[in-house]
């Protein structure tokens, strides 16, 4: 009999000793659980400010690039128009541009709603009030 009490202690002490060291290693696995938990959220906080900030460097380079594109279009436009302008200027000095420049001042007069000839040797004009009002 005190050997079967005997027996049922050691083995009620196996058992306590496996269960403890069961909830140890379940503690054990718990606590690792939770700084892998921490790691992976610091690698996502990372990752997530790392990858923000790779977005944010790509859209300033972007900007830039974009607005480098507009810098260029605005000087070729500007640089063509100036060709086109010197081109013009060189026109107008042939005869033939002479004559336009006389057809654009002849056309220009079109817009004239009335006209008074004087002689060329006129040296003073006088004008009654009322035409002088209107020039």
Known sequence: SSRVLWTLAVTQFAQFN?????????????????????????????????????????????????????????????EGDISRMKEMIGLLGTPNGKL??????????SKVKSATILPADTKTLFLPPTAAATL
Do not use: C, H, P, W
């Not at 700084?35 to 959220?41: A, D, G």
């Not at 990752?47 to 900007?63: C, D, Q």
């Open 18 to 78: 496996s269960q403890k060291e069961q909830i140890e290693s379940q503690v054990e696995i718990a606590r690792l659980r939770q700084s892998l938990i921490r790691i992976e959220n610091a690698n996502y906080t990372k990752s997530t400010i790392e990858r923000a900030r790779i977005e944010g460097e790509a859209l300033l380079e972007k900007a830039k690039a974009e607005k480098d594109a507009e810098e260029i279009l605005s000087r070729a436009s500007m």
């Open 100 to 109: 336009y420049l006389e057809l654009v001042r002849a056309q220009s007069f």
